[in-house]
């Protein structure tokens, strides 16, 4: 069973910066894409960014393009979301999944995902 546990959620000023973590118990974490998700009250949940197996392709919603920063360390069996320039709009619960590909998770599919931390951008 995969397990994934995210932290680093917090309430941040407009314009602030938060860094998610997500910790993977798998001794397969190499082989999987992760991605990030996010969900605000009321809303679908929605994709936010993905990795590759490797580091070496990555994906983001247009919304967060040139703000937010996915990235992974292998050895550690982690990856990370750093997110810049925080909007209101941001303000969600982010999960972390993992999942066989970075094409898959844009479109919202994945095969196991963690219970959640919580992000509020207000002043």
């Known amino acids: 069973q995969v397990q994934l546990v995210e932290s680093g959620g917090g309430l941040v000023q407009p314009g602030g910066s938060l860094r998610l973590s997500c910790v993977v118990s798998?001794?397969?974490?190499?082989?999987?894409?992760m991605g990030w998700f996010r969900q605000a009250p009321g809303l679908e949940r929605e994709f936010v960014a993905a990795?590759?197996?490797?580091?070496?392709?990555?994906r983001y919603r247009d919304s967060v393009k040139g703000r937010f920063t996915i990235s992974r360390d292998n050895g550690k069996n982690t990856v990370y979301l750093q997110m810049n320039s925080l909007k209101p709009e941001d303000t969600a619960v982010y999960y972390c999944?993992?999942?066989?590909?970075?094409?898959?998770?844009?479109?919202?599919?994945?095969?196991?995902r963690g219970q959640g931390t919580q992000v509020t951008v207000s002043t």
């Open positions: 999944a993992a999942g066989a590909w970075v094409s898959d998770m844009t479109r919202g599919s994945y095969d196991y």
């Open positions: 990795i590759s197996f490797n580091g070496g392709s990555t």
């Open positions: 798998t001794r397969t974490f190499a082989n999987y894409a």
